[in-house]
């Protein structure tokens, strides 16, 4: 999870399955902090950030079934002092 230009960052599940959303749009998120689950089968993935960030909008809804490769929400990484 890179950032563009802008200093925004695509989080997107890398394994099809239930999402579950833990960040809140506007809130501050620091690395380690789970931002997102997703559940398939036999998997279980946990997203995280690698620098602080924004929640700049959050795509999907809790409880929804996707694909790998989706994009669940978009941060803005904010400079650290």
Known sequence: MLPDRQ??????????????IRAHLGEA?????LIAITE???QIESLSVRKTSI???ILVKSGTEVTAGT??????????D
Do not use: F, H, K
């Not at 994009?71 to 650290?80: N, S």
């Open 29 to 33: 998120v620091v690395p380690r902090q």
């Open 55 to 57: 929640v700049e909008s």
């Open 7 to 20: 200093g925004l960052v695509r989080v997107r599940a890398n394994i099809d399955g239930e999402v579950e």
């Open 71 to 80: 994009t669940l929400m978009v941060v803005r990484e904010v400079e650290e």
């Open 40 to 42: 398939g089968d036999e």
